[in-house]
C-alpha cells in the first residue's frame, strides 16, 4: 500500500515558470525524501530533509516540512524542459522501508 | 564510478514460466533494496538485505518471489510460475549503510529496473 499521495497527479507549465508539488502521508517519519524518474529509468535521488528540518534547499529545489500537517512541498524554480519527468515523494520510518506516494507527472513546455 | 545495474533491461515471459532478475548494487554498499512499479504508480517495497541477510521479506506478494544475497553484493530476485499480474517493473536499490539507525538517513540509489511482461 502507498503511505502518501501527490498533488496535482499531473501538471504542465511553461518552461521559465515555477512548479510546486506537494506530498501527504500518513504515518510518523524519519525523514522525507523527493525522487525523479524520467521514463523508463530508475528514480534519481534529489533531496532528503529529516523530521526535525522544515526547509532544505538545493540549487532550483526547495523542500518544505510540516509534520504537524504530515505534509511536505517541491517546488522547483525557473523549470527547464528537462525537469520533465514523475517526481515521487517517499518517507522513511523507523524501519528501513521507503514508502512511496503515487508521483506527480511534470511537463515543462519549451 | 558504476552505479547499480540491473539486468536484463526487458523480460518477456510466457505465464508459468519462472524467470530470474539481477541487480549489482554500488560496490561496497551494505543495504539492498527490491521495488515493485505498477505503470503509473509509485515503487512498492518488496524485500531488504543487510549484506548477506534477508532482514525483510515481507512485501513479497506469494511465494512464488524468491530474493537471495549470498555473498553480500549480487542480488538475485526469482519468481517461479510467473503470472499476468507479475507484470510490471522490478528497481533495485542500494544504500551505503545499513538502514534503521540512527545515521540512517541516507538516499537510496536506484538501478533503470527491469521491466518484466507476461504473456
Known amino acids: 500500500s502507498q503511505q502518501g499521495e501527490e498533488d496535482p497527479q499531473a501538471l504542465s507549465i511553461q518552461e521559465g515558470e515555477n512548479a510546486t508539488m506537494n506530498c501527504s502521508y500518513k504515518?510518523?517519519?524519519?525523514?522525507l525524501q523527493w525522487y525523479r524518474q524520467n521514463s523508463g529509468r530508475g528514480l534519481v535521488h534529489l533531496i532528503l530533509?529529516?523530521?526535525?528540518?522544515r526547509e532544505k534547499h538545493s540549487g532550483r529545489l526547495r523542500v518544505t516540512l510540516d509534520t504537524s500537517k504530515k505534509s511536505s512541498s517541491l517546488l522547483i524554480t525557473a523549470s527547464r524542459a528537462a525537469d520533465t519527468a514523475s517526481y515521487f515523494c517517499a518517507t522513511e520510518d523507523s524501519s528501513y522501508k521507503l514508502i512511496f506516494g503515487s508521483g506527480t507527472r511534470l511537463l515543462v513546455r519549451p | 564510478g558504476a552505479g547499480v545495474s540491473q539486468s536484463p533491461r526487458y523480460k518477456v515471459a510466457k505465464r508459468g514460466q519462472d524467470v530470474a532478475l539481477r541487480c549489482d548494487p554500488i560496490?561496497?554498499?551494505?543495504?539492498l533494496f527490491w521495488y515493485q512499479q505498477a505503470l503509473g504508480q509509485g515503487p512498492e517495497f518488496l524485500t531488504y538485505?543487510?549484506?548477506?541477510?534477508?532482514?525483510?521479506k515481507s512485501g513479497l506478494p506469494s511465494d512464488r518471489f524468491f530474493a537471495e544475497r549470498p555473498e553480500g553484493s549480487v542480488s538475485t530476485l526469482k519468481i517461479q510460475r510467473t503470472q499476468q499480474e507479475d507484470s510490471a517493473v522490478y528497481l533495485c536499490?542500494?544504500?551505503?549503510?545499513?538502514?534503521?539507525?540512527?545515521?540512517?538517513?541516507?538516499?537510496?540509489?536506484f538501478g533503470d529496473g527491469t521491466r518484466l511482461s507476461i504473456l
Open positions: 538485505f543487510q549484506n548477506e541477510a534477508q532482514l525483510d
Open positions: 530533509i529529516r523530521s526535525n528540518e
Open positions: 504515518t510518523s517519519i524519519n525523514n
Open positions: 536499490a542500494s544504500s551505503l549503510v545499513a538502514a534503521g539507525y540512527l545515521y540512517s538517513n541516507q538516499p537510496q540509489h
Open positions: 560496490s561496497g554498499h551494505v543495504s
